[in-house]
């Protein structure tokens, strides 16, 4: 792994030989984004974390099916990620780290959880309340996240001091499983990562090309996950190991990026009122 401030920039992914193939339309394509960090920048509010100015419109553009298509990969709850992104219309959206997925007219499916599974939740959010408060706090249908961005560097080291090894005792005694990521902790179900998303699409989908755009360390799973001819994108460059092959910076390149992906998709859709036939 390299760090992400010295991968290969977008000159270099547009220039890769897999992604240059779905470009050119000589090979089938799948484009994975997470959401936070990666679609749209971090608020201190997360109701409010809307795309960037341009983002829908491109993802908007791109088909519902067939090369070029586009699935969302996040820690938020599917259908959150889904409304925010309206009227883009993915192909899937997984949601919780794998936890959920949500296709286009269908329901969301996710795991059953374990009535003790959900007293610990119930228990982690004791715990964390009093000192957090419920702003920093973020229930999803399979976990608990903990947010300190935004706060002091003594407050994010406070909530993690007091709140951290609670929650690590907790999760060790349940089976519940605790992540960090770029911003805080989350406790949630054991066995979903962003990871499983990679690979399912991949069964599914095992002569196209996927290219994974993440940001955090919940998409170092994903980018593991991809195969050798796959790309895995880091969105910014943030100065730590990553298993990303090259890097952008948002949201201009990654504006770029999404236009030439957008651009090489209309190119083969079929173009109404053009006939084959001269």
Sequence with gaps: MRSGRNLPGLDALLADPALAAVLSGRRDGLLLLDYDGTLAPFTPRRDEARPYPGVVEILARLPEAGSGRFAVVTGRPAATAAAFLAPARPSTVWGCHGAQRLGPGQPVTQPATAPATQAALVRAMALALPVAGREALESKPAGLALHWRGLPAAARQALAERIGPAWAELAQITGLALHP???????????FHKGLAVEALTRENPQTVLVYVGDDLTDE????????????????????????????????????????????AASRQPQPGRSHAQ
């Excluded at 990521?181 to 066995?191: A, M, N, S």
């Excluded at 100065?239 to 952008?248: E, F, G, Q, T, V």
């Design 221 to 264: 799973d994903a980018f593991q996950a991809l195969g050798p001819n796959d790309a895995g994108v880091l969105a910014g460059r943030p100065d730590r190991p990553s298993a990303a092959r090259y890097a952008l910076t948002p949201p201009e390149e990654l504006l770029r990026f999404l236009s030439a992906w957008a651009d090489a």
């Design 181 to 191: 990521f770029d911003g805080g902790l989350e406790l949630r179900l054991p066995g």
